[in-house]
């Protein structure tokens, strides 16, 4: 079982910067892929990056392709998101998610066991 905390949110001018972090509890998170998605209040959650659990393949959603950037750190069972170049249709609420049993659909919710409860990104024009 894991457990996943977000942390990081805010409010921020567009074009400035925030980095998420997701917590993981658990002895098995270096063993996970991870993701980070988002969601507007009325739409669908939406993919917006995944790692390996190596660190070693990234994927990126094209609307934050170039601006944003995944990334883990095993020693620490954290994984972040750097969000630079932040633009008013960022705003969502941000989360955080598990992968244990890969089954080819990364970009897909239903792919992740575990989620976090999420944290609010506000990027004001």
């Known amino acids: 079982q894991v457990q996943l905390v977000e942390s990081g949110g805010g409010l921020v001018q567009a074009g400035g910067s925030l980095r998420l972090s997701c917590a993981a509890s658990g002895r098995t998170f270096s063993s996970y892929a991870m993701g980070w998605f988002r969601q507007v209040t009325g739409k669908e959650r939406e993919f917006v990056a995944r790692?390996?659990?190596?660190?070693?393949?990234?994927y990126y959603a094209d609307s934050v392709k170039g601006r944003f950037t995944i990334s883990r750190d095993n020693a620490k069972n954290t994984v972040y998101l750097q969000m630079n170049s932040l633009k008013p249709e960022d705003t969502a609420v941000y989360y955080c998610a598990g992968d244990s049993s890969y089954s080819g659909r990364y970009y897909s919710p239903v792919e992740y066991n575990y989620w976090g409860q999420g944290t609010q990104v506000t990027v004001s024009s």
């Open positions: 790692i390996s659990w190596s660190g070693g393949t990234t």
